[in-house]
């Protein structure tokens, strides 16, 4: 698909079919992720794949917000990413390199997700990125190590629902050129 109709198609998906998403699908979507550029290569965005049943219905009752839980009903799979801690945007002594510090792992992860969601719709999937959860909670379910922060929750499925794109600000209203 050519890139630009890639960003144009995708959309965030708030209600799916009860259709399943294979690993290999999956697998796919995080080898996209991994190609995009982290801070001196650190490469610390990790991802947590939930397909079992069981454990979606737990992470969606326990993890999620009720309207999030509601809007992923029929999803088949959660992808909890984190990014390890105090690595990328650190110097080896551990010092922050400047004022953003761990914002550099935020950074970095939202560049991976965002090649992790394109590489979705390319494979005819769609997905919700969702930042209202509980964290204690998802670290519990999933026993996730202290080490990575928990960012955000990505519902990944097949689309039940076409919505309108939102319309997006003028380039002349966000950019400034010097």
Known sequence: MEFDALLEQRRSIRRYQARPVSKEQITQMIIAAQQAPTWKNSQTGRYHVVMSQPLLDQLKEQGLARFNA???????????TTFVKDRSGFEKSGEASNELGNGWGCYDLGLQN??????????????LIMGIRDADAIRRLLN???????????????????????????????????
């Open 114 to 127: 965002m090649n992790l969601l394109l590489k979705a719709e390319e494979l005819g999937l769609s997905t």
């Open 144 to 178: 996730i190590d202290e080490s990575e922060t928990i960012v955000s929750v990505i519902s990944v499925g097949y689309r039940d629902i076409d919505p309108q794109k939102p319309q997006r600000k003028a380039v002349t209203d966000i950019t400034t050129f010097y």
């Open 70 to 80: 509601e809007n992923t009903h029929d999803a088949q799979v959660l992808i909890v």
